[in-house]
C-alpha cells in the first residue's frame, strides 16, 4: 500500500530549524543540501513501508499511534503516525534530542 506523506506544520518548522542551523551557524550549504536530499529520499521510503514499522516503544506514544522513521544517511528522524491512507509527520528531531519529553 501506498501512503500519502503529511507534514504538518510543526515538522515543517523542525526541518527548517535544522535547515538554517546548517546554512547560517555551520555555514555549510553542502550539509544543508545533504539533509534535505536524505529527508526527501526517507519521505518516499515512508510512502513505501509507514505501516510495516512497529509502534513506539514508549507507552504514551504508542497508545498515540506514533511510529519512528530514521533518515537513511543522517542522524535525523520523522515521528509519524497513520491515518487511512495517510502517514503524518508531526515531528522531525535529532537522535540526540530528548524527543519523547518534547512530544507529551
Given at each position: 500500500?501506498?501512503?500519502k506523506v503529511v507534514l504538518t506544520e510543526d515538522a515543517e518548522?523542525?526541518?527548517?530549524g535544522f535547515i538554517s542551523?546548517?546554512?547560517?551557524?555551520k555555514g555549510s550549504?553542502?550539509?544543508?543540501?545533504?539533509?534535505?536530499?536524505?529527508?526527501?529520499?526517507?519521505?518516499d521510503n515512508l510512502s513505501r513501508?509507514?505501516?510495516?514499522l512497529k509502534?513506539?516503544?514508549?507507552p504514551q506514544l504508542r497508545?498515540?499511534?506514533y511510529r519512528r522513521i530514521n533518515f537513511l544517511s543522517h542522524r535525523y528522524f520523522m515521528m509519524y503516525r497513520i491515518d487511512g491512507d495517510m502517514a503524518i509527520v508531526d515531528n522531525i528531531f535529532h537522535e540526540l534530542q530528548d524527543y519523547e519529553n518534547l512530544m507529551l
Amino acid at each position: 500500500m501506498a501512503y500519502k506523506v503529511v507534514l504538518t506544520e510543526d515538522a515543517e518548522a523542525d526541518l527548517d530549524g535544522f535547515i538554517s542551523y546548517l546554512l547560517l551557524e555551520k555555514g555549510s550549504e553542502q550539509a544543508a543540501s545533504n539533509v534535505l536530499e536524505d529527508f526527501q529520499a526517507t519521505k518516499d521510503n515512508l510512502s513505501r513501508v509507514a505501516g510495516s514499522l512497529k509502534l513506539c516503544e514508549n507507552p504514551q506514544l504508542r497508545k498515540l499511534g506514533y511510529r519512528r522513521i530514521n533518515f537513511l544517511s543522517h542522524r535525523y528522524f520523522m515521528m509519524y503516525r497513520i491515518d487511512g491512507d495517510m502517514a503524518i509527520v508531526d515531528n522531525i528531531f535529532h537522535e540526540l534530542q530528548d524527543y519523547e519529553n518534547l512530544m507529551l
